[in-house]
T-cell receptor
């Protein structure tokens, strides 16, 4: 089945630790995205990538980093510089960066900082 | 700046009632797209519909219908004869161009609870 996988589903981290969230897609999509969702809020864009080896900051990139070494993979690292990292993280992909492209979402990773 | 407002934070109705979810947007672009997504308890967002700024025809898909009115900058979503399986958080989103890439601006979401 084609789709997006995110792992792990739940992640616990101690303060001061970096942690990497995995996102893989087998849809052959060029564009990939990372969003953060906080309770009662909409999704906010962290980073996005239109093509391999290229990515741009979204609205809330501070404290996060990404890489796009392969078309199907777009891992997100939450660094210790992120002040309030506890949230639900969603990865998405789309066939391209056109306005009309719908984005397909993964099941999400819930990160809790202890 | 682009903005999407879903003023209804939570809605609770009894099964079989009709329910409308409101979405109001702001944009300076003449060409844009609007989307609705459903987020069930599992967490994954599911695409429901896309509408472009030049097409104001209403859309109906089974029990779902959408009313797009540019004059009021609204893109409302109605569920007819609601069912318990419709319980979810629903997001309205606006697509904007950003350095040659697509960027989705999401509303805050409306949590819909259908009670049996």
């Amino acid at each position: 089945d084609g789709g997006i996988t995110q792992s792990p589903k739940y992640l616990f981290r101690k303060e001061g630790q970096n942690v990497t969230l995995s996102c893989e897609q087998n849809l052959n999509h060029d564009a990939m995205y990372w969003y953060r969702q906080d309770p009662g809020q909409g999704l906010r864009l962290i980073y996005y990538s239109q093509i391999v080896n290229d990515f741009q900051k979204g609205d809330i990139a501070e404290g996060y980093s990404v890489s796009r070494e392969k078309k199907e993979s777009f891992p997100l690292t939450v660094t210790s510089a992120q002040k309030n990292p506890t949230a639900f993280y969603l990865c998405a992909s789309s066939i391209g960066g056109n306005l009309y492209n719908e984005q397909f979402f993964g099941p999400g990773t819930r990160l809790t900082v202890l | 700046a682009q903005k999407v407002t879903q003023a209804q934070t939570e809605i609770s109705v009894v099964e079989k009632e009709d329910v409308t979810l409101d979405c109001v947007y702001e944009t300076r672009d003449t060409t844009y797209y609007l989307f609705w997504y459903k987020q069930p308890p599992s967490g994954e967002l599911v695409f429901l519909i896309r509408r472009n700024s030049f097409d104001e025809q209403n859309e109906i898909s089974g029990r779902y219908s959408w009313n797009f009115q540019k004059s009021t900058s609204s893109f409302n979503f109605t569920i007819t004869a609601s069912q318990v399986v419709d319980s979810a958080v629903y997001f309205c989103a606006l697509s904007e161009a950003n350095q040659g890439a697509q960027k989705l601006v999401f509303g805050q979401g409306t949590r819909l609870t259908i009670n049996p």
